[in-house]
């Protein structure tokens, strides 16, 4: 069983910047990918952004040129910086990974924009 634990998250408001935090218990060498996805109230849950161990990244072009997700120095590990923040911004934001073919998923972690 892998576990994915998160970290980060917060309110701020339009304009302002978050970071958000991923540490799979699973070891990199048997996690195909990670990734960042979110869930508005109302919404289906929706990429973010994902990173292959490679370091090799997509984003959701709601996203682009705001937000950018990387591996820290432990590569079972990914950062989510989040730039120019807007009120659709707001949802739970969820980790991902994919260990041998199975798909793991975090607690969520909530971020909300407002004024």
């Known amino acids: 069983q892998v576990q994915l634990v998160e970290s980060g998250g917060g309110s701020v408001q339009p304009g302002g910047s978050l970071r958000l935090s991923c540490t799979a218990s699973a070891n990199i060498l048997v996690i195909s990918s990670m990734a960042w996805y979110r869930q508005a109230p109302g919404n289906q849950r929706e990429l973010v952004a994902s990173i292959t161990p490679l370091g090799r990244t997509k984003y959701a072009d709601s996203v682009k040129g705001r937000f950018t997700a990387s591996r820290d120095g432990a590569e079972n590990t990914i950062i989510l910086r989040m730039n120019a923040l807007k009120p659709e911004d707001t949802a739970v934001y969820y980790c991902?990974?994919?260990?041998?073919?199975?798909?793991?998923w975090g607690q969520g972690t909530q971020v909300t924009v407002s004024s």
């Open positions: 991902y990974a994919n260990v041998r073919g199975l798909d793991y």
